[in-house]
């Protein structure tokens, strides 16, 4: 088995996972691993993270390129296999979505290798549904399902301000620490140790900063705060995904710069932290 330090040492990696059969209001992220990919890779950018580091240079991310995925409940398994596949040899995912259906399977791959797993989740929903619509795999339940499963042992919950009365007992059933957006406005930040796992959900940032997305919903965090958040993680970071970025709705392209400055932070900071230890 692979331990969490040799995990967190590995290359960061990215995979893209065009899958959002599993949306339930609008069609579109199955899009966004090429559209991340063209704005990481612009020349508008020069490839670095705000602390330097050439994250597209030769010693910074790697690509495994994308998983052929149908449109249909198999394409879990398949990502959970390429995921593992990923690992085995020696690569650390920093996925792209997809819709948020995709962590689930992720975590099913990584989740068993980094007992003691803290997930970070970055979101405007808090994606604990029970079911949605009569489907428990849903975008809506992905991390009703990861804490089933105790694929990891505690859920940080940053950005949220849809929770209803149904998430919240859900919420309360698997020990969810929740810091919605009232909680971050009067100063409640994070308390994290690792090892650790960040899914950032692209409608976690106010729309205003991120309005290429599926469900916007205004009030949430600026992109400053959420780069701000990733220079800050502590480690040992074991992976990463950026989800549920809707390109049919980002008129201009700039939802996706925004998703391409946080996979460049991200894997910067999985980088720096492999290096300080």
């Given amino acids: 088995m692979i331990q969490p330090i ?8 990215l995979i ?5 059969a599993s949306s339930s209001f609008l069609r579109g992220p199955a899009l966004a691993p090429a559209r991340i990919r063209e704005a990481l890779h612009s020349s508008q950018s020069n490839g670095c993270s705000e602390s330097g580091f050439h994250v597209l240079g030769p010693d910074g991310l790697a690509d495994a390129g994308d998983l052929d995925l149908p449109g249909t409940g198999d394409a879990r398994l398949m990502i959970e296999s390429g995921i593992r596949a990923l690992i085995a040899s020696g690569a650390r995912p920093l996925s792209l979505g997809g819709d948020h259906s995709v962590t689930y399977p992720v975590l099913r791959a990584v989740g068993p290798l980094a007992p003691g797993l803290t997930i970070l989740q970055i979101d405007a929903h808090p994606d604990l549904y029970g079911d949605f619509e009569g489907d ?15 694929l990891a042992s ?8 849809t929770m209803n009365a149904r998430q919240r007992t859900q919420a309360e059933k ?4 929740v810091i919605d ?9 994070p308390e994290l140790r690792g090892p650790l796992y960040v899914s950032i959900d692209m409608d976690g940032i106010d729309p205003a900063f991120a309005p290429g997305v599926s469900h916007r919903e205004p009030g949430g965090l600026t992109v400053r705060e959420v780069v701000t958040m990733i220079q800050s993680l502590p480690g040992p970071i074991v992976g990463a995904d950026v989800v549920e970025l809707n390109p049919t709705q980002d008129s201009g392209g700039a939802s996706a710069t925004v998703a391409a400055k946080l996979v460049r932070e991200l894997a910067s900071r999985m980088l720096e932290w492999s290096d300080d230890n």
């Fill in 174 to 177: 698997f020990g969810v620490c």
């Fill in 6 to 13: 040799a995990l967190a040492g590995a290359r960061p990696t």
């Fill in 16 to 20: 893209g996972l065009p899958y959002d």
């Fill in 181 to 189: 957006m009232r909680a971050w406005a009067a100063g409640t930040r």
């Fill in 136 to 150: 428990r795999f849903s975008h809506a339940c992905p991390f009703a399902r990861i804490m089933e499963e105790e």
């Fill in 154 to 161: 505690r859920l940080v919950q940053v950005g949220i301000r």
